[in-house]
């Protein structure tokens, strides 16, 4: 029975894709606001990676979505792991290579996810990508060295911040011009890393808002017990 | 490139394969790791740069680091001295090979899989 509901459910979703592929002309969007955008993008938000300048510029309430929905989910994890008992044991020490490595790791793994955030609109990246980069250079020391605890509560106090900090960016926006994350200050000059306006600063806290959660997140499952088997 | 494209093609076909095929569930881990890096080359070659650097941040780091510490919290994966004292020279190598290890007491990680 189950195995008919699966069969029937893939031939429908086979469908579904086919029709949709069908009725697309391979290599030509439907919309026209791709293309829209990549002509004006230079001139409106004056970043040379558009994809940043969709994300933070012409999509910025999506973005402001994404990282609540990134927040209910990390909320969620930590409801259903739930607290460490006070005497459990500790996972064992990293060894010697893995906590050589991740000495040696952590400096490059911080400078490479900081240059992502605040490169954003210039290069590949944004805040997303640095802060997952981020993430992991902390858990990084956190495997090596599992006895040492990671700092909950300035972790929440930092993520907090940051994601104040998008919001009263946005409402900076609404009161100025009229709009919602609309972006602000003068474009300046197309390259250099402090242009694009409000961008940089924008990408800097959804960077530091992903990347404190996501290590706050991994640690919280890291501490958690081991299962019995 | 077009070599270059076919064989990571082929490895993340093959990986995507070893994750259902593998039997030990860590190592099915690391095989979803292998493949998210694989695309994550894939969007390097069609100019996808950023998509890239998301694919192989979350699909090939994170995601392979939450699986396998799910599976420990399950306990379906254990690191080597989780019961009892630690000893300070546990190298990687060892705790990677530690599904293998028996477990002191109970069914083995294969028989509590199917159980």
Partial sequence: MRNIASLVFSVGLAFLLLVIAAQLGFGHTPMVVGTDILAGAAQDVGAANIVTAIVFGYRGFDTLGEISILFAAATAAGLVLGHRRAGAADDPRGGLILGAGAELLFPMLVLVGIYIVIHGHLTPGGGFQGGVVLAAAFFVAVIAEPSKRVNHAAIQVIEGLAGAAYIVIGIWALVEDGSFLKPMLDHGVMGQLLSAGTMPLLSSAVGIKVGSELAGLLAHISESEAGEP | ?115
């Fill in chain 2, 1 to 115: 490139m077009v070599w270059i494209t076919l064989v990571i093609v082929l490895l993340v076909l093959v990986s995507s394969v070893a994750v259902l095929a593998l039997d030990s569930l860590i190592g099915a881990a690391v095989a979803s790791s292998v493949a998210s890096l694989g695309v994550s080359v894939l969007f390097v070659i069609v100019l996808a740069p950023d998509v890239a650097l998301t694919e192989a941040a979350v699909g090939a780091g994170l995601s392979g680091v939450v699986m396998a510490l799910g599976l420990r919290r399950l306990g379906l994966w254990r690191l080597e001295g989780d019961r009892g004292a630690a000893h300070p020279l546990t190298t990687t190598a060892e705790r990677l090979a530690a599904p293998k290890a028996p477990v002191e007491q109970g069914p083995t990680e294969g028989g509590n899989r199917h159980a």
